[in-house]
């Protein structure tokens, strides 16, 4: 099974929409094997948004995601990347299909309530910024012969 790694950014958990951001993974058949709630230092975001380092929205990335608490999450199942960056929609919420977590509940470019790791490297990178292997919780769902 592949790993992903989303961030219900602070605009996320500010507006109390957490809980049904992560039952949409739950209900997808994502499994949860990690999650956490911390109020980012502009070191960790920074480190998480290097590639971005010298882009003229650079900084306001690193103000609007140190801004408030975020939470980060793990996932893991069957093509967990693409499956998570469908369910979020276009990054320009005005631009995101009704049904996406974007469409159904984002606002503009920049608050869009949700990160997700484009590509299995890229989630491996992610998940090693917040995470240490022994936080991340390998176990069988009830149901996991229902998701394959």
């Not at 509940?105 to 990160?115: I, M, P, R």
Request: aromatic share 8%.
């Amino acid at each position: 099974m592949e790993r992903t790694f989303v961030m219900i950014k602070p605009d996320g958990v500010g507006r109390g929409l957490a809980g049904d951001v992560i039952s949409r993974y739950e209900k997808r058949g994502l499994k949860l094997v990690a999650l956490k709630m911390q109020h980012l230092t502009a070191a960790q975001a920074e480190r998480h948004y290097g590639e971005h380092k010298g882009k003229s929205f650079y900084n306001e990335l690193v103000s609007f995601i140190t801004s408030g608490p975020s939470i980060q999450i793990v996932l893991e199942g069957k093509d967990a990347v693409a499956q998570v960056r469908k369910m979020h929609g276009a990054t320009n919420c005005l631009d995101a299909l009704p049904g996406t977590i974007r469409g159904d509940f984002g606002l503009s470019n920049q608050k869009n309530l949700v990160h997700a790791s484009d590509s299995p490297e890229t989630a491996a990178r992610e998940i090693a910024l917040y995470f240490e292997e022994d936080e991340i919780i390998s176990y069988e769902l009830p149901i996991a012969e229902w998701l394959r």
